[in-house]
């Protein structure tokens, strides 16, 4: 087995912190403290970022309009730095933010290396499947580049973020989003937390550590979001409903419709989904108020930072 090393620095003096429910370590690098997961027993790839279905039902598309509102709390980040412009969304899934910017004022690039359903154009909107390395040079540049948390699944995030910094125009905005180590929730759920989600996410990141990542990358911060409900009751109802339910993450699969509920009969879907409803709406109601007291201490599930270029 290779030689463990911290993604950041590269340290090797390494604290475990505990084993995650699905049997992978995660351990602090002692010397730039930023916490991980050690993945080196991880499948490839392509086994952990299928490409998405995105199945056709009315049932579906009911679901995707209703979460229409957290693509527009993602506007409004992305609004209070860059009014319009030309933005990248890193790390894109299925496009769609960068479609609901292309129709928001924006000239929208999504790029995805992985599990893009369907790399396509339309006006305002260039959707590619492609790694950075290889599609940057055609890229162009952008006065706002977003990284929806896509920054914990990478093994390189420094380089990464360096790449991503020499795409912006001068001026110009990289908002990164990621899951917060030190939440009220990772506190409660410990290696069950929803958000944890070892081996696709790497890297575990805190206040402390995403700034020293960012600053690492030539990047400073020049502001933060410190509420967003989208991760924060998203974490709280699918990490209880994992303490419930056969099925982990059941309603996250539903929603990112990739296949991985093919498995399931159609009876046990239906369970699964009566159980998700029942039990996940009281969630949802204390989520909110708790997510909103946790985030003025900067505890909340996701740690959201816009920097520009030094």
């Given at each position: 087995?290779?030689?463990?090393?911290?993604?950041?620095?590269?340290?090797?003096?390494?604290?475990?912190?505990?084993?995650?429910?699905?049997?992978?370590?995660?351990?602090?690098?002692?010397?730039?403290?930023?916490?991980?997961?050690?993945?080196?027993?991880?499948?490839?790839?392509?086994?952990?970022?299928?490409?998405?279905?995105?199945?056709?039902?009315?049932?579906?598309?009911?679901?995707?309009?209703?979460?229409?509102?957290?693509?527009?709390?993602?506007?409004?980040?992305?609004?209070?730095?860059?009014?319009?412009?030309?933005?990248?969304?890193?790390?894109?899934?299925?496009?769609?933010?960068?479609?609901?910017?292309?129709?928001?004022?924006?000239?929208?690039?999504?790029?995805?290396?992985?599990?893009?359903?369907?790399?396509?154009?339309?006006?305002?909107?260039?959707?590619?499947?492609?790694?950075?390395?290889?599609?940057?040079?055609?890229?162009?540049?952008?006065?706002?580049?977003?990284?929806?948390?896509?920054?914990?699944?990478?093994?390189?995030?420094?380089?990464?973020?360096?790449?991503?910094?020499?795409?912006?125009?001068?001026?110009?905005?990289?908002i990164v989003s990621v899951p917060n180590f030190s939440s009220w929730q990772s506190a409660v759920f410990k290696g069950?937390?929803?958000?944890?989600?070892?081996?696709?996410?790497?890297?575990?990141?805190?206040?402390?550590?995403?700034?020293?990542?960012?600053?690492?990358?030539?990047?400073?911060?020049?502001?933060?979001?410190?509420?967003?409900?989208?991760?924060?009751?998203?974490?709280?109802?699918?990490?209880?409903?994992?303490?419930?339910?056969?099925?982990?993450?059941?309603?996250?699969?539903?929603?990112?419709?990739?296949?991985a509920l093919k498995e399931l009969s159609p009876l046990s879907q239906a369970l699964h989904l009566a159980g998700s409803?029942?039990?996940?709406?009281?969630?949802?109601?204390?989520?909110?108020?708790?997510?909103?007291?946790?985030?003025?201490?900067?505890?909340?599930?996701?740690?959201?930072?816009?920097?520009?270029?030094?």
């Amino acid at each position: 087995m290779s030689e463990l090393r911290c993604p950041m620095c590269q340290g090797e003096s390494l604290e475990p912190l505990f084993t995650a429910s699905n049997g992978f370590p995660i351990v602090r690098c002692r010397t730039c403290r930023l916490a991980f997961s050690d993945d080196r027993n991880s499948p490839p790839p392509d086994q952990l970022y299928p490409a998405f279905d995105q199945s056709k039902s009315a049932a579906l598309d009911t679901l995707r309009s209703a979460l229409a509102v957290f693509l527009r709390q993602r506007e409004g980040v992305v609004t209070k730095f860059k009014q319009s412009g030309r933005i990248l969304d890193y790390g894109c899934g299925n496009g769609a933010f960068a479609k609901w910017m292309s129709r928001h004022g924006f000239e929208a690039v999504g790029l995805e290396p992985f599990s893009l359903g369907d790399p396509h154009e339309e006006p305002n909107l260039k959707l590619v499947r492609a790694p950075l390395d290889q599609a940057s040079k055609d890229l162009g540049k952008f006065d706002a580049i977003t990284m929806w948390h896509v920054l914990e699944h990478v093994p390189n995030p420094v380089e990464v973020l360096s790449k991503l910094r020499a795409l912006l125009n001068p001026g110009g905005v990289l908002i990164v989003s990621v899951p917060n180590f030190s939440s009220w929730q990772s506190a409660v759920f410990k290696g069950a937390w929803f958000h944890l989600d070892p081996p696709r996410h790497l890297l575990q990141f805190e206040p402390e550590t995403l700034t020293e990542c960012l600053g690492r990358a030539g990047l400073s911060p020049v502001g933060e979001v410190r509420f967003l409900p989208e991760y924060g009751s998203s974490g709280w109802i699918q990490s209880a409903l994992n303490r419930v339910l056969p099925h982990s993450n059941f309603l996250y699969e539903l929603v990112k419709d990739r296949g991985a509920l093919k498995e399931l009969s159609p009876l046990s879907q239906a369970l699964h989904l009566a159980g998700s409803m029942a039990l996940g709406a009281p969630v949802l109601a204390m989520s909110l108020p708790v997510e909103a007291a946790a985030s003025l201490t900067n505890s909340g599930a996701a740690l959201t930072v816009a920097s520009v270029a030094r």
